[in-house]
Structures are given as structure tokens and as C-alpha cells.
């Protein structure tokens, strides 16, 4: 019960941040960041964000996984380590659809770099 609280403090705390800073390792062993809007949070504290296919970060996460995720917003803060993966499912990109990004993505939600 006790690990239940946690895990619902923790996703009620996540769903409270619209952005987030996804450090990633570059292949000279830098660390890069960069803000990312929070497209979902899953009910396993999964964080979900669209990315473009060729950026930088993309070819980093290929070469290696493991990220940081901070989130930050006036006093309160999260950080996160674990595992990136790209998922290129049409129908998630279609449900998580933002006006918004398209001004990375010009071809909308059916924008092939999308991801």
C-alpha cells in the first residue's frame, strides 16, 4: 500500500510540470539538454515527448539509452534517470497531436519526422 501512495504522489507530482529538461549523453561523452513539452505522462510514470527524427538527440539516444529527466517549476522540482526509446506509432502521435508543434513539424501529425 505503502508503494501505491508513492507512485500515486509521484504521478500527481508529474502531471503537475508541462516542461522538462531531457539530458542525454552526446558521443563525445558531453551531456546535452533540452527542454521538451510533457506530451503524456503514463500511468507507469512514463513520460511521453515528440521529437523530430533528425536531431541530435535522436542520434544520441540511438547510440545510448540512458537519459535525465528534470523537471522544475518554482520551488518544486523532479529528476529522473532511466531508459529513452523511440516509439513511431502513428496512432499514439495521432491522440498526442498539439497544434502547437507544428511549428517543428509543418506537416502536422502526419509529419513523417515525427516521432
Not at 16 to 41: I, K, N, Y
Not at 47 to 57: C, I, S, Y
Not at 72 to 99: C, H, N, P, T, Y
Amino acid at each position: 500500500r505503502r508503494e501505491d501512495d508513492r507512485r500515486e504522489h509521484l504521478l500527481s507530482l508529474l502531471r503537475e510540470f508541462r516542461t522538462a529538461m531531457l539530458v542525454t549523453h552526446a558521443e563525445d561523452g558531453d551531456l546535452r539538454s533540452r527542454p521538451l513539452e510533457v506530451a503524456e505522462v503514463r500511468e507507469d510514470a512514463t513520460l511521453v515527448f515528440a521529437t523530430g527524427l533528425d536531431t541530435p538527440k535522436v542520434a544520441e539516444l540511438e547510440d545510448d539509452a540512458r537519459v535525465n529527466v528534470v523537471l522544475q517549476d518554482g520551488k518544486r522540482f523532479l529528476s529522473l534517470s532511466g531508459r529513452a526509446r523511440l516509439v513511431r506509432e502513428r496512432g499514439m502521435i495521432e491522440r498526442l497531436w498539439s497544434e502547437p508543434w507544428r511549428v517543428w513539424f509543418p506537416g502536422g501529425k502526419d509529419d513523417p519526422s515525427l516521432v
